[in-house]
């Protein structure tokens, strides 16, 4: 019996789409038909909520990544509104992808989930948003996918308690993350994977692994370390304009990760036999007969 799940992929378009639907449905239809992902991730603001006056009106802290004179406005620029989300909701149903969506306040979180995705996202950035967790674990009947990047122990353990005292533990999934864009090597600190599964594997549905590191190497071995759930932010072009995309795999790097994640699915087992029928042949013709 196999001791893996096996691996769930899913690509984080985030707002690499450049607030533009049509590369958006590009994104969903490479991820889908070149890539082989099993789901896209976007994200969803209210900015007037979430930024105080003085971060809405002041100027983006890289300007030339900007899509606004200020960083309100080049927030706004990449928002789609609901409308749009639920149309981009039925094109991955109609090419068969799931959809979901990274939720940054409780209004972005209660018109997410009236399109009932199967699933929510909750960035590292707003996991300690309990008003929003409250309500989403109210009404909202799918999963709740929680990074834990720039997260304590202590606050992790919190926000497990909190979903246990909710009963709706066992639609958490848990995600290991460093949050930064990219992150060296020496940060992405993969061993925390076996902490989270330590400690909250029997309460929680799944431990996953969001990663903002270069290549894919490093996905193998979360993977490995029982990370199952594996997100990937993803863009058409790293160079185009956008804080996102440098840290993001392009279609062929999403579409090794797919497959290398499967190959190693299918190679984490234990032999049925002593010698398999594929080693039978090669005994015959080479094994020592003198021994």
Request: charged letters at 25%; proline letters at 3%; glycine letters at 6%.
């Amino acid at each position: 019996m196999k001791k893996y799940n096996e691996p769930f992929v899913i690509a984080e378009i985030g707002c690499n789409h450049k607030g533009d639907i049509e590369i958006a449905k590009e994104l969903i239809k490479v991820a889908k038909i070149f890539c082989n992902v099993h789901a896209v991730k976007f994200q969803k603001r209210n900015n007037k909520e979430l930024l105080t006056e003085a971060q809405y009106n002041q100027p983006h802290p890289n300007p030339s990544n900007s899509y606004g004179e200020t960083y309100g406005l080049h927030r706004e620029y990449l928002e789609f509104n609901l409308e749009q989300h639920a149309l981009l909701k039925a094109y991955c149903e109609e090419i068969g992808i799931v959809y979901s969506t990274s939720v940054w306040d409780v209004t972005s979180a209660k018109e997410i989930a009236s399109l009932n995705p199967s699933f929510i996202k909750i960035p590292s950035a707003c996991n300690n948003n309990f008003e929003m967790l409250e309500w989403l674990c109210d009404n909202y009947r799918g999963e709740i996918h929680v990074s834990t990047g720039m997260t304590t122990k202590e606050e992790i353990n919190g926000i497990v308690n909190f979903f246990c005292i909710k009963k709706r533990n066992k639609d958490l999934v848990l995600y290991n993350c460093t949050s930064g864009y990219p992150v060296p090597f020496e940060d992405v600190c993969l061993l925390d994977i076996e902490i989270l599964l330590k400690s909250y594997k029997d309460n929680v549905k799944h431990i996953g692994f969001s990663g903002h590191h270069l290549g894919i190497a490093i996905d193998m071995a979360a993977y490995t370390l029982g990370a199952n759930i594996i997100e990937r932010h993803y863009t058409l072009d790293r160079t185009w304009k956008g804080t996102d995309h440098a840290a993001s795999l392009e279609p062929m790097g999403l579409r090794k990760l797919t497959r290398d994640l499967n190959a190693v699915y299918k190679a984490l087992n234990y032999k049925s036999a002593d010698i398999l029928p594929i080693e039978k042949i090669q005994r015959d013709k080479l094994k020592n007969k003198k021994s």
